[in-house]
């Protein structure tokens, strides 16, 4: 079965410190992992997925598939950043996705 | 913004009341999906569909129903039979070839039960 984990409801950093929100997932077979984001009254977007091995805001996920982990990390945080973050998971070919509960990002000045 | 609309933002329902939410995109997009938004619970899959006049349950279709009669529209019926109705629906869409699995959403409806 696929199950997204995200570990922390919410994250509380100031402006300008480290960022992790943590992901991990479990999947039998080759997983495509994404990161949606969901600013404060706007629709939820993707940011990032890991088959474009992309920096988007400055935002950066690595599959691990050893620790089964696709953890999104910034290294500089902004407050634009606040808002609510998903990781979602699909198998190859067309399959629906599935996401975890969400990690809600506050950061502070 | 655009490509995916949902109407209406907000609706309100009496308890024993079936109700259809909107959806519609102009994306060309081959599949669609609705999903469920609760606190602390995430999105979760109630239906979805990967071409017209063919939809699939998700993990929580009961007490929901859809309709896929058009490649731009795929409206969901709250029924009666739904328990806990009250949430924020999101619908998506996403094409089924190349880019596969990114999924776009509309700006989503909140549904509250009286």
């Known amino acids: 079965a696929q199950r997204v984990t995200q570990p922390e409801k919410l994250l509380s950093v100031f402006k300008g410190a480290p960022v992790e929100l943590k992901c991990n997932y479990s999947?039998?077979?080759?997983?495509?992992l994404f990161w949606y984001v969901q600013y404060s009254r706007q629709r939820l977007q993707l940011l990032l997925r890991?088959?474009s091995r992309e920096s988007i805001k400055g935002f950066t996920a690595d599959l691990n598939k050893g620790e089964t982990s696709f953890h999104l990390k910034k290294p500089f945080a902004q407050e634009e950043d606040s808002a609510m973050y998903y990781c979602?998971?699909?198998?190859?070919?067309?399959?629906?996705?599935?996401f975890g509960t969400g990690t809600r990002l506050l950061v502070s000045p | 913004d655009g490509g995916i609309t949902q109407s209406p933002k907000y609706l309100f329902r009496k308890e024993g009341q079936n109700v259809t939410l909107s959806c519609e995109q102009n994306?060309?997009?081959?599949?669609m999906y609705w999903y469920r938004q609760d606190p602390g619970q995430g999105l979760r899959l109630i239906y979805y569909?990967?071409?017209?006049?063919?939809?699939q349950k998700g993990d929580i279709a009961e007490g929901y129903s859809v309709s896929r009669e058009k490649k731009e529209s795929f409206p969901l019926t709250v029924t009666s039979a739904q328990k806990n109705p009250t949430a924020f629906y999101l619908c998506?869409?996403?094409?089924?070839?190349?880019?596969?699995?990114?999924?776009?959403f509309g700006p989503g409806t909140r549904l509250t039960v009286l």
């Open positions: 998506a869409s996403s094409p089924t070839s190349g880019t596969l699995n990114e999924q776009f």
């Open positions: 999947y039998s077979g080759s997983p495509e």
């Open positions: 890991h088959i």
């Open positions: 979602a998971l699909s198998g190859t070919g067309f399959q629906k996705l599935v």
């Open positions: 569909s990967q071409i017209v006049n063919d939809f």
């Open positions: 994306l060309n997009h081959d599949a």
